[in-house]
């Protein structure tokens, strides 16, 4: 049984302490054990870093970038065993998982833009003879905390540029599938990263709880559950630590009677089903505007929803694969048993299903549930399972309302051929990251990701320039040089 380590100062560390097995969820087997890091190791990680720092940070900013570049081409020579590693921890498929790394790889080509990212801003002869300007200065320190969900891309999104501002990093990945973590840390490594720049500690609330008390870690990028999430945000800040820290989510479609249905179904079948739901993005409700629009949607749904397939990660004309854990899986299931004791109509069900040769993997069907309302459980909290709710209202404005009122504002969506609904839609609803016909709006590297309301504790968005900013502070100075021989009196108001 292979037994991970941790990667610390540019080495793999063995670690004979508390550890967890590490599942293969199509199989329901153990593949490898994980170790949960102690106190003292993580320290000795942030001594790494925190050792590391000094020369890192002066090292011009081209030459960090270019570590970035060699990293960018690694991740693509090495991208179908990085999507192996994913498949058989996560389960996602194999052209899911490729996916993933593109969005990944994209984060890091935006890093590579450093050197122009941290330029400046310069002010010549703000005053007599005097110059202004701003810079942006690492941090030192800082770590990230991840989720299952994604354990390439959601790094991806903190390191590279965390990295490539001149901090040292500490990444403490999900103790769910961290094989493809460590093997980042392998090929940044080979890309020619000096020792203690990134480290990673694999492990569970002891590893996240001293990164958060140890005063040499500065800031706290988090990913993952709210209630983590807002945890993690209030016991940072206490510390006086930067924290973003990102949470769940409950993204909805809203169903205009004049969208194209066959589109509008196709894009929701890949949105609400692919990665088995799991994913923060997930369109998890469709609010249909109309009883027609309603009937219209839920025929054509039914209908597609037949030919959807699940199987393992290997064979790539599955379009998703199990779930994380069999606690998910009963997790799962126990929303549309409470969806159903509700009076929700279960109209396509996916519990109990059993795949040949996989009887002991943690598979749930695509599951269709119509007449949702918005005082049920299934409603109210994230299912995070393969999984449509819809619900049917009479207009625009009610559905709307609806979103506005959940407590999460992630991703949301409205498909419509209306150009000013669509408007007015983008305008006025109280989401973060919002679609026009696009299902899953994740930005591009280049613009930043983050939710409103419970889907976000903390400022500053993941990625893009927010990236930049909260990975660094803001020094401004102001310099003049008097000629020589000209002596000045004393000024006592304030300077103008
Ligand atoms: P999770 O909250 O269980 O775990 C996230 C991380 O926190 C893991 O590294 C885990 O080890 C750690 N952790 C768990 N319990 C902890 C505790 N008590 N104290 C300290 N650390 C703890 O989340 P998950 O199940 O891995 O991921 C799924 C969740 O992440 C979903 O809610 C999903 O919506 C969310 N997510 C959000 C985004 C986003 O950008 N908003 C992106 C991806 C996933």
Redesign the pocket.
Known sequence: MTQLGHFIDGRMVSDDGRSQEVFNPATGDVSKTVPLASKETVETAIAAAQAAYPAWRDTPVAKRARVMFNFKQLLEENSEKLAALIGEEHGKICHDAAGEIQRGIENVEYACAAPELLKGEFSKNSGPGIDTWSEFQPLGVVAG??????PVM?PLWMFPMAIVCGNCFIL?????DPSAPMFLAELLHEAGLPEGVFNVVN???EA??TLINDKRVEAIS????????E??YASASANGKRCQA????KNHAIIMPDADMDNTVNQLLGAAFGSSG???MALSVAVAVGEDAANRFMTKMEAAMKDLKFGPYTDNSNNFGPLITKAHLEKVTGYIDSAENDGATIVVDGRNVSLSGHENGYFFGATLVDHVTTEMQSYKE?I?GPVLQVMRVDTMQEAMDIIDAHEYG?GTCIFTRDGEAARYFTDNIKVGMVGVNVPLPVPVSYHS???WKR??FGDLH?YGPDAVRFYTKRKTITQRWPSAGVREGAVFSMPS
């Open positions: 905390i991840t989720p299952f969900n994604f959601v403490k990945p999900s103790e769910r492990g569970d609330k996240v709880d988090f990913v993952g559950s709210t209630a983590i999430a945890q993690i990102l949470g769940g989510a799991e994913r923060c994230e995070f992630n990701f983050g939710g889907s976000i993941a």
